[in-house]
């Protein structure tokens, strides 16, 4: 199926511009992206993409008690999650219209991303990822089969990749990795979008039918954009990665395919219930089943996972002729979910192009973590020992003091302990920890000392 419409869309490329297969340096057209710019570019660059209000101007880091997804198309988000910029995906839409999506990827690159997060290695999915990753010295993140394409497609020295699922793990395959301090992220592996016979026992499913579109008249394509398609239109799947994010009180998953687990891995489903609670899911809903099983294939991703507000994408006008302006899966999709128990039913955010790509106050999301606090225990041989509990991760320092006598603690775990001398020659009852974070923050916390057995020095 998916050769099909590769087939489809190359000969589509060719009549409209068969002689820009390749750049004028005889490499795939328009892949070069400029390094990454100055502190000001990346300010200016995460201004847009995430909210001014959101940004240190002098500095361009983001607030850490936001999640901020940006749509740049297809499955393609710039997020910020608790402060660490990165990549979902990689590629701004071009070839068969240019600029309907407003980003350049030179400007993803101005983020200063850490890392790209691959779902899948497909060219509308991560044509941009190996360029994108040279310029702004990032990592990306995939199965393992996706970090062989990466080698594969680079010229050059190849950018780093970090497989946190290896080649040839199964479907099902789950992994609790530690990509991004402070943030819990668990993958797994499932399946990519296919066509299935039409499954009688469910029921008819209406197909969402493509239709014409103007884009390619308001937004030419140029040839630099044509050559660029015509060479990453059989780029390699390399297998399919779900996330799930855990930050501070909220969860999140992120998907840019959903495939047909009913009958190729129906176990699947049980490995995607491990992952509630879920918060926000946003979910790719343009699916090569979606002709015989309609909006089958999300509505039993949504079932398994459960979340309280889902976000469809990968259902915009990208590929004119063969794909359809979002509105137009609107009917199908709240249809499909109606057949969901009411109390089962997620809240939908439905984001529409063109209007919606580059809007971070579509999906701006606050999070709370949870407070720190200094514990502190009576142990044996007349000592007190102290430490901080909470959301630690953006700690860098504390400072623990009791009367004369003082500790800095430098790393996690963050603890120490008083001995009974120290504790006897105590100049006062409250025990101070001054805790400093990575941003430079301070914050004073106090406690009453408890005897634990020693008599105060006169």
């Not at 880091?61 to 608790?82: C, H, K, L, P, Y």
């Not at 709240?334 to 192009?353: G, I, K, M, S």
Request: charged letters at 20%.
């Amino acid at each position: 199926m998916r050769a099909a419409w590769c087939a489809v869309l190359l000969a589509t490329v060719a009549l409209a511009a068969p002689a820009a297969a390749h750049g004028p340096d005889g490499a795939r057209g328009g892949d070069p992206v400029a390094r990454a710019p100055d502190v000001r570019a990346t300010v200016a660059a995460r201004n847009r993409f995430f909210g001014e209000g959101n940004v240190d101007q002098a500095t361009g880091a983001v607030r850490r008690d936001r999640v901020i997804f940006s749509w740049v198309g297809v499955t393609n988000f710039a997020a910020a999650i608790r402060g660490h910029v990165v990549l979902l995906d990689a590629w701004v839409p071009r070839g068969l219209n240019e600029h309907y999506v407003p980003v350049r990827p030179e400007e993803l690159a101005a983020l200063d991303p850490e890392l790209i997060l691959l779902g899948h290695a497909h060219f509308d999915h991560a044509a941009d990822a190996v360029p994108i990753a040279q310029a702004a010295d990032a990592t990306i993140v995939g199965l393992g089969e996706h970090c062989a394409e990466m080698v594969r497609r680079a010229s050059g020295l190849p950018p780093r990749c970090t497989p946190v699922i290896p080649a040839g793990a199964p479907t099902g395959t789950k992994r609790e990795t530690e990509l991004l301090p402070g943030v819990g992220v668990t993958v797994v592996k499932h399946l990519h979008s296919g066509a299935q016979e039409p499954d009688a026992s469910d029921g008819y499913h209406v197909p969402v039918l493509p239709t014409g579109s103007l884009s390619p008249v308001t937004h030419p394509p140029s040839p630099e954009a044509m050559a660029h398609l015509v060479a990453h239109a059989p780029d390699a799947e390399g297998g399919s990665m779900l996330y799930r994010f855990q930050v501070g009180d909220t969860s999140f998953v992120w998907h840019d395919t959903s495939g047909p687990l009913k009958e190729l891995a129906p176990g699947g489903f049980e490995v995607l219930r491990t992952l509630r609670p879920v918060d926000v899911q946003l979910g790719a809903i343009q699916s090569f089943n979606q002709f015989t099983n309609g909006m089958r294939d999300i509505r039993m991703y949504i079932e398994a996972l459960r979340p309280a507000l889902f976000v469809p994408d990968h259902h915009d006008d990208w590929a004119p002729g063969i794909t359809n302006q979002g509105d137009s899966y609107r009917e199908p999709l709240y249809a499909e979910l109606a057949r969901l128990p009411a109390e089962q039913r997620p809240q939908v955010r439905f984001l529409r192009d063109p209007m919606d790509y580059v809007r971070p106050e579509a999906l701006t999301f606050p999070v709370r973590f949870a407070p720190l606090r200094l514990t502190r225990r009576c142990a044996g041989a007349g000592r007190l020992h102290v430490s901080l509990a909470g959301d630690t991760a953006d700690v860098q320092e504390v400072r623990v003091r009791l009367g004369a006598a003082r500790r800095t603690v430098g790393a996690a775990p963050w603890r120490t302990a008083l001995s009974r001398r120290e504790l006897a020659r105590r100049g006062g009852r409250s025990l101070v920890a001054e805790v400093v974070s990575r941003g430079g923050e301070r914050q004073v916390l106090k406690r009453r000392v408890p005897g634990c057995g020693v008599r105060r020095a006169r």
